[in-house]
C-alpha cells in the first residue's frame, strides 16, 4: 500500500512539473506571437507606398545637378546636403524589399509559433525538444524584431531628408538648368 501511494505521489509530481514546463513553454510562444502581430501592424502601418516615385525624382534630380554643374568647387554644405540626398534615395530604393522582409519574416515566424503551440498542447512530436524549438523560435523572433527596427529606422532616415531636402535640391536643380538654357 505504501509503495503504491508513493508511486502514485511520484506521478502527481512529475505529471504537475510537466504541465508547469507545459504552461510556461505555452505563454513563451504566446508572448512572442503577441509582440509579432504588433510589430506586424507597426510596419504596415509605416508602409511607404510612394518610395519608387521618389526614388525616381531624387535619381532625376541628381542627374539634372551633375549636367548642369560646372563649377569647380562646391559649397560644403550644399555637398553635405547632397551627399544626404544621395543616401536618402539609396534608403529608398531599398525600403520595399526591407518590408516585404519584415512582412515575410513575420508570417512565418507566426506561423512557426502557431504549429509549435499546437503540438505542445497536443503533445505531438518529440516533446524532448520542445524547448530546442522553442529556442530557435525565438532566435528566429530576435531576428524579425531586428529586420523590423532597421526597416522602420531607415524609413525614418528616408522620409524627414526627404522632406527636409528634396524641395531645395530640386529647386536647384532646376534653377541649374534654367541657367544653362540662357547660355
Known amino acids: 500500500m505504501k509503495t503504491l501511494?508513493?508511486?502514485?505521489?511520484?506521478?502527481?509530481v512529475l505529471t504537475s512539473c510537466s504541465d508547469v514546463?507545459?504552461?510556461?513553454?505555452?505563454?513563451s510562444i504566446d508572448e512572442?506571437?503577441?509582440?509579432l502581430e504588433g510589430?506586424?501592424?507597426?510596419?504596415?502601418?509605416?508602409?511607404?507606398?510612394?518610395?519608387?516615385?521618389i526614388s525616381v525624382d531624387a535619381r532625376e534630380t541628381e542627374l539634372r545637378i551633375k549636367n548642369n554643374y560646372f563649377a569647380d568647387t562646391i559649397d560644403v554644405k550644399f555637398g553635405v546636403k547632397m551627399d544626404r540626398h544621395k543616401n536618402m534615395r539609396r534608403a529608398m530604393d531599398?525600403?520595399?524589399?526591407?518590408?516585404?522582409?519584415?512582412i515575410?519574416?513575420?508570417?512565418?515566424?507566426?506561423?512557426?509559433?502557431?504549429?509549435?503551440k499546437h503540438d505542445i498542447e497536443n503533445g505531438d512530436g518529440d516533446r524532448k525538444k520542445y524547448d530546442e524549438f522553442?529556442?530557435?523560435?525565438?532566435?528566429?523572433?530576435?531576428q524579425v524584431e531586428v529586420l523590423s527596427h532597421e526597416?522602420?529606422?531607415?524609413?525614418?532616415?528616408?522620409?524627414?531628408?526627404?522632406?527636409?531636402l528634396f524641395k531645395e535640391i530640386e529647386d536647384f536643380s532646376y534653377q541649374l538648368l534654367n541657367e544653362n538654357k540662357k547660355k
Open 151 to 164: 526597416y522602420l529606422e531607415t524609413k525614418k532616415f528616408a522620409v524627414e531628408t526627404y522632406d527636409a
Open 5 to 12: 501511494s508513493i508511486l502514485f505521489l511520484s506521478f502527481l
Open 94 to 102: 531599398k525600403l520595399d524589399k526591407m518590408y516585404n522582409n519584415a
Open 39 to 53: 510589430i506586424k501592424a507597426e510596419i504596415e502601418a509605416n508602409k511607404v507606398d510612394s518610395s519608387k516615385r
Open 104 to 116: 515575410v519574416g513575420c508570417n512565418e515566424v507566426i506561423e512557426s509559433l502557431r504549429q509549435l
Open 134 to 142: 522553442l529556442a530557435f523560435e525565438k532566435s528566429k523572433f530576435e
Open 21 to 27: 514546463k507545459k504552461s510556461n513553454q505555452i505563454a
Open 32 to 35: 512572442m506571437s503577441e509582440k
